[in-house]
């Protein structure tokens, strides 16, 4: 069993707003919430699900009160449809790999897919919801956390598989998302539900902005999303949807194949009139988050900064037989899995329009930034801007896996790393612009783009005494600022927000 085996272990304990011990100081500025999701149970019916992905959904809240310099803790296992039928019924339903009979997969993919929403949470038409890959978002109350139920648009898009990434345009006053429809045809779809939709109590509705007709649908996990521009990054990890009709093992993912002939494709679609604005081939990659997308003004290219993979065999990696280290494959060399990611934080240059350079007008330029990270971040002010700082979890070293802050501008990272000690996504909340104290002392480059004033929050789980942490590191210079300790383990979870508003 790997070191890290603990983190894909259920947890049965749920707390109510448990005053954590805290080394160190939190910052009394700090005020809120961060909402974390993740799996909690990976056992259903005396089975194991097969896949991370696939574990049962529990939320967990770290509330931090303003001046006190204190964390509460709550967490609460999600409590849907998929929920019940495990706990009650020992059923689970057919998911991203666990697949269940073949009439539970059909069910599942035709009209009853899974509301084991455990991959995010966000806010959505002013509710707070659980998003996960079927287009199924649960609502959940922010102070106790307990579920509230499907949330549903008031439009009638049919699509299938969704993304758990939507990205927020504060400006345009809009979410937008992005949606596969399989079928007869298959179809990407882009669409934006606008903020204000919701007032009144209205339902809220996706307006379409674009539809782009696919052959062989790819697994799309998140987007790019620039001022004028949506950005789907389409990896040549494909599907024909006829498989999901026909017998067969596995689940949703089993059915994809990787394709590197294709290429992986930027498409890129104007938020404006839905035109495909440009279509361009990289050599192929494999991903699961973009981090951050902007326009470049003076080249005329659009930068997609993302983490990238060889090929498609993280997914194979992530499922349960692997990381528990069962592998029978030969990157089984490599050690546990968790031990041997290699995602590189790249970016990507997309030509937009025809840049006149001749043959080379349309070739998508990549740059290495950094070998070794996942679930990258970034400062809330630095969506579809020109920016400076991703961070991330890094995942270079053996034994365990740390935090990066990379300066994107030059390659520069500065790390965190605790022995034996596993960290998850760290989420940036910047200090609130009242708190500044003395403004003069702020460089004047920094005034304009202060990405990293304020603090980083990562859970991380200890291998030697298997209970979590949340640590709280100082933005700027990384260091670690407190660690607050849960009296458990918190099994390895996925992606979180930082909600200022939640304070109850
Ligand atoms: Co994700």
Known sequence: MPAYSPGFRSLDTEHDGLA???????????????????????????????????????????????????????????RTEAYREAVEEGRLTSQFATSGSYLDQLRSFLDDPTDNANVNVDRVGGEYVALTETPRRVRFDPTDLSARGDQTYADDMTVHHV????????????????????????????????????????????????????????????????RRYAVIVEPPFVVNP????????????????????????????????????????????????????????????????LVAYEDAAIVRDLFMASVEGDREDSAADAGPVLDAATGELARFRVPVEDSGRGAD????????????????????????????????????????????????????????WADGCYAGEPIFVPKPASEEDDEDSVAPEDRERPEDRGVVLAPVLDTETEESLLVVLDGETFEELARAHVPHHIPFGFHGEFFAEITT
């Open 20 to 78: 954590l011990d805290v080394d160190g100081e939190i910052p009394a500025w700090l005020s809120g919430s961060l909402v974390r999701n993740g799996p909690g149970r990976f056992e259903v019916g005396g089975e194991r699900v097969e896949h991370w992905f696939d574990g049962l959904a529990m939320l967990h809240k770290f509330r931090f009160e303003e001046g006190g310099g204190k964390v509460c803790y709550s967490n609460r296992f999600l």
């Open 163 to 226: 993304t758990a990434h939507l990205r927020h345009d504060d400006r345009r006053g809009e979410t937008v998302g992005y949606a596969t429809q399989f079928g007869r045809t298959n179809k990407y779809h882009v669409y934006r539900v606008l903020d204000d939709s919701t007032a009144n109590g209205a339902r809220p509705s996706r307006v379409p902005v674009a539809s782009l007709e696919v052959e062989r649908p790819a697994y799309l996990h998140s987007f790019g999303l620039t």
């Open 242 to 305: 006829m498989r999901f009709l026909l017998p067969g093992s596995g689940g949703f993912i089993d059915k994809f194949r990787w394709k590197p002939e294709r290429g992986t494709r930027f498409l890129v679609f104007d938020r404006e009139t839905g035109d495909l604005t440009a279509e361009r081939t990289a050599p192929p990659f494999f991903f699961f988050h973009t981090v951050n997308a902007f326009e470049d003004d003076e080249t005329g290219e659009i930068v997609v900064d």
């Open 361 to 416: 007008g349309g070739r998508v330029e990549r740059r290495n930034l950094y070998t070794g990270m996942e679930l990258p971040r970034i400062a809330p002010r630095a969506r579809m801007e020109p920016y400076r700082y991703a961070y991330g979890q890094a995942t270079a070293r053996k034994g365990q896996n740390g935090l990066a802050k990379v300066n994107v501008e030059t390659g520069e990272a500065t790390e965190w």
